[in-house]
């Protein structure tokens, strides 16, 4: 069974940098795609960034594209989000998600497809 906790949320003032960190453990096949993904009250949750763990390759969507940057440090199993340049509309809460995927179906970043959530960190960011 895969486990994700996640780290690193926090306030921040807009135009600062925060860096979220994910542990995962459990079968290394069940994790071979690991997303980051977000929630603002009222608001559905949103696929940020994903990275196929076999081949390092990465996807963002559009409104993080250029200002996050996922990357993964398989010695230690766990998952990064580097978020730089942070916006208001950046506030939500942060969630690392797991699955086993394909590279194509990875790309997606279509959350009903992930299988193991993490608990979730808050990040807020003030104008």
């Known amino acids: 069974q895969v486990q994700l906790v996640e780290s690193g949320g926090g306030s921040v003032q807009a135009g600062g940098s925060l860096r979220l960190s994910c542990a995962a453990s459990?079968?290394?096949?069940?994790?071979?795609?690991l997303g980051w993904f977000r929630q603002a009250p009222g608001k559905e949750r949103e696929g940020v960034a994903t990275?196929?763990?076999?081949?390092?390759?990465?996807w963002y969507a559009d409104s993080v594209k250029g200002r996050f940057t996922i990357s993964q440090d398989n010695a230690n199993n766990t998952v990064y989000l580097q978020m730089n340049s942070l916006k208001p509309e950046d506030t939500a809460m942060y969630y690392c998600?797991?699955?086993?995927?394909?590279?194509?179906?990875?790309?997606?970043?279509?959350?009903?497809?992930?299988?193991?959530w993490g608990q979730g960190t808050q990040v807020t960011v003030s104008s």
């Open positions: 998600a797991a699955r086993y995927s394909t590279w194509v179906a990875c790309s997606s970043r279509r959350e009903a497809d992930f299988r193991a």
């Open positions: 459990g079968p290394t096949y069940s994790r071979n795609c």
């Open positions: 990275i196929y763990t076999v081949t390092g390759s990465t």
